[in-house]
């Protein structure tokens, strides 16, 4: 069975776990989740085969909104203190699983993605308001995770989703979504740049559609560019094309 997670400890000989590190790696439910709840279970048992403080890595693009609610749910009852560190992306689902860490931290160099979940659906009229019922009702319960941990409105956050948001490191800090931004383990002072930047793919969309219709807009002439053509001016070029004759 192939896992996206790994556990990795630390142990010094003849003792306990010194230090238990989880990295979540890749697509979210990654040919597992479907084995009629083995995997998850199976991450349970690895979760709470030891104790003591975890450290959760994260690199992974999202994938099934409800395995990563599973995970959720295991971290936030986990008895220890659950660090989750983001060292490359926690997009879409992964970034569910992030928002249950007692401290986020995210690296210089990373990112966060929210966005609304999405599925495919087929049938009829009612099938498909079916499916629309169904999203908006997991929306709410992703909303859940992140007004948590950020404290943002409910309808802030909806319009996050709705925009898919990215976030580089400072603004996931200054949104909430992650408490610190990681620097070098030294006696040296690293600071991070203080430049936040938030990509929305709606935002983006609709500056492209304004520069267009900037580009194509047909300037309106005034009065004052419209040249007045009187009867008698009209009556003089008629005069000009009978002498041509």
């Not at 230090?19 to 998850?40: H, K, Q």
């Not at 971290?75 to 490359?88: H, P, Q």
Request: proline share 2%; aromatic share 6%.
């Amino acid at each position: 069975m192939k896992k996206f997670w790994n556990w990795m400890n630390r142990t010094v000989a003849n003792q306990e776990t010194q230090e238990r590190t989880l990295f979540l790696n890749g697509t979210i439910a990654e040919e597992s989740w479907f084995d009629d709840d083995v995997t998850p279970q199976l991450f349970k048992e690895e979760l709470e085969s030891g104790g003591g403080d975890i450290t959760v890595w994260i690199n992974s693009p999202g994938g099934d909104c409800v395995a990563a609610a599973q995970i959720y749910n295991m971290l936030m009852n986990y008895k220890g203190s659950v660090t989750v560190k983001i060292d490359g992306i926690a997009a879409s689902a992964a970034s569910v699983i992030a928002m249950a860490g007692t401290k986020v931290q995210v690296s210089p160099v990373s990112m966060m993605m929210i966005h609304n979940p999405a599925t495919i659906a087929f049938g009829d009229t009612a099938e498909m308001e079916k499916a629309i019922a169904m999203l908006s009702e997991v929306k709410e319960s992703i909303i859940n995770a992140y007004e948590i941990k950020t404290g943002l409105s409910r309808a802030k956050l909806s319009h996050l989703m709705d925009a898919e948001t990215w976030m580089d490191a400072n603004s996931a800090v200054e949104m909430g979504f992650a408490d610190e931004i990681t620097q070098r383990s030294s006696t040296d002072t690293v600071e991070a740049p203080q430049v936040s930047m938030v990509f929305s793919r709606a935002a983006v969309t609709n500056s492209l559609m304004d520069k267009l219709a900037a580009k194509c807009r047909i300037a309106q002439k005034t009065k004052s560019e419209t040249k007045q053509i009187t009867a008698d001016s009209l009556m003089e070029r008629l005069d000009l094309m009978k002498n041509w004759r």
